[in-house]
């Protein structure tokens, strides 16, 4: 079987992660470059000052993508470029940037995926309580409102936020991503005021009415107990809770699930849900994003733990913690390949929220690739990674998902935030000490796909 006629098939980036040029044409600083400047943050002391130096190289970059083949680009706009202090007027040099990459990316036709929000929140408005704050939500729809009067007759397809559940959780409440706090309550907080913030900004782009398509990008996990014990079953909820239903339902049904409101009674008040909010965070979305990476098998926390876990798997507050499958292959990030939790969750957002289009907005995995001594990147791994996902999504359009298209993470092996550059997800291989780029196999063969448009051969 095919994907759909005229099926986006993409690659996608962000711009923190493949930029650089953190200094120039009058861009501010973000609670990035604060967090990847503080020793001992950032693996290796890693930062974005240079990155892919993309800022630099977009041409380059844009003939990559049409060498690919790709019918869809999926990019970020930095907040810091447009608003150098996070409120005011617009930066004009910051947004010809991305007047020029859009440019580029029509004469090449290829459709521009715009997220508004992937994570460079700008210092200024951290110093002012970050998204702990209530005016931030208001100033992301002020800059909303900026990008989108200079780019909407040019961009069809608009993303509010790149998973709002990174943004708070491993900013606000694990501190291992910008801005850095450990704190539950600051990230129920900063929750809350992102979900607005998308809302405010959705109203502001809605009012100068025209055609395009507006929505939001969330990273959905399918939750699996480890075992059939009651322990590990409430344990699994309780994650579940956290990491998917805290966002689709409000989303999608106007509230926050009770569960999840009951399990952290003690930690915040929620005195910063206000009345009317839920309504408003509930406007209906043209399309949902899908960010999909893995499952989480889950077990109640033993305490005292049988191995070290990635940080951000032991769900602090959650009384849980994350087991590995048996039999399950892991990436280089330790994270488990399990391409049927994609089909699993694209069905349950159809059947247990909303049957809307939807776009795999990114999926893909990290692999030790290296440069042979041909001056080849053999990535078979990826390659297989990207066939077993491709066909779980379309197991999931069998079963009458709505799938409008899929964006690779990520075009270029990039910023991977706290791995630094020890992490790479690219179809294209970056080398740091040159910036070259050199197409991976994987890249090779997702032009085949895209040409063909079916998996076969
Ligand atoms: C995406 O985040 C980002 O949008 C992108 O910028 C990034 O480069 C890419 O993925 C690869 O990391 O919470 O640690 O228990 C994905 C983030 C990864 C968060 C899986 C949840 C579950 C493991 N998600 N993670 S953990």
């Not at 977009?58 to 790709?70: P, Q």
């Not at 989480?296 to 009384?319: K, N, Q, V, Y």
């Not at 159809?350 to 990290?366: H, I, S």
């Not at 709505?402 to 630094?420: H, I, K, Q």
Request: hydrophobic share 40%; proline share 5%; glycine share 10%.
């Amino acid at each position: 079987m095919s994907f759909p006629e005229g099926f986006l098939w993409g690659a996608a980036t962000a711009a923190y992660q493949v930029e650089g040029a953190a200094n120039e044409d009058g861009r501010g600083p973000s609670i990035w470059d604060t967090f990847s400047h503080t020793p001992g943050r950032v693996y290796r002391g890693d930062t974005g000052d240079v990155a892919c130096d993309h800022y630099h190289r977009v041409e380059e970059d844009l003939d990559l993508m049409a060498e690919i083949g790709l019918k869809a680009y999926r990019f970020s706009v930095a907040w810091p470029r447009v608003q150098p202090e996070g409120s005011g007027p617009a930066n004009q040099k910051g947004l010809d940037f991305y007047r020029r990459l859009v440019a580029g990316l029509r004469e090449r036709s290829i459709e521009p995926m715009l997220t508004l929000y992937h994570w460079d929140l700008p210092q200024a408005l951290e110093d002012r309580g970050g998204w702990t704050s209530r005016q931030t939500s208001e100033r992301f729809a002020e800059y909303a409102a900026l990008v989108y009067e200079a780019l909407s007759d040019s961009v069809s397809y608009w993303i509010t936020l790149n998973e709002p559940w990174v943004a708070a959780w491993m900013g606000y409440g694990l501190g291992v991503h910008a801005p850095g706090h450990r704190n539950s309550e600051k990230a129920l907080s900063a929750t809350h005021h992102l979900l607005l913030g998308h809302a405010l900004a959705l109203e502001a782009m809605r009012s100068s009415g025209n055609g395009n398509r507006l929505g939001v990008t969330l990273n959905l996990s399918p939750v699996r107990a480890a075992s059939a014990e009651t322990a590990d079953a409430e344990a699994a909820r309780r994650v579940d809770g956290n990491a998917n239903r805290l966002y689709l339902d409000p989303l999608f049904r106007g509230s926050y699930p009770q569960d999840v409101l009951e399990h952290y009674r003690n930690t915040s008040d929620f005195s910063f849900v206000r009345e009317g909010d839920l309504q408003r965070i509930a406007a209906p979305i043209d399309f949902l994003g899908v960010n999909y990476y893995m499952c989480h098998t889950i077990r109640a926390e033993a305490g005292g733990g049988a191995r070290e876990l990635p940080i951000g798997m032991r769900f602090s507050d959650l009384g849980a913690e994350t087991v590995l499958p048996e039999g399950v292959r892991t990436t280089a990030m330790g994270w488990p390949v399990e391409p049927d939790g994609l089909t699993e969750i694209l069905v349950r957002v159809k059947e247990e929220y909303r049957d809307l289009p939807v776009f795999v907005t990114e999926n893909g995995c990290a692999i030790y690739d290296y440069v042979d001594p041909e001056g080849e990147v053999n990535d078979f791994e990826r390659v297989s990674y990207l066939r077993e996902h491709f066909r779980a999504a379309q197991a999931a359009i069998e079963r009458g998902v709505d799938l409008r298209g899929y964006m690779v993470w990520s075009l270029l092996d990039n910023f991977e935030w706290a791995e630094g550059y020890s992490k790479r997800f690219g179809l294209v291989f970056v080398d740091y000490g040159t910036r070259r780029r050199i197409p991976k196999d994987s890249a090779r063969w997702y032009a085949e796909v895209i040409r063909r448009g079916d998996l076969e051969g």
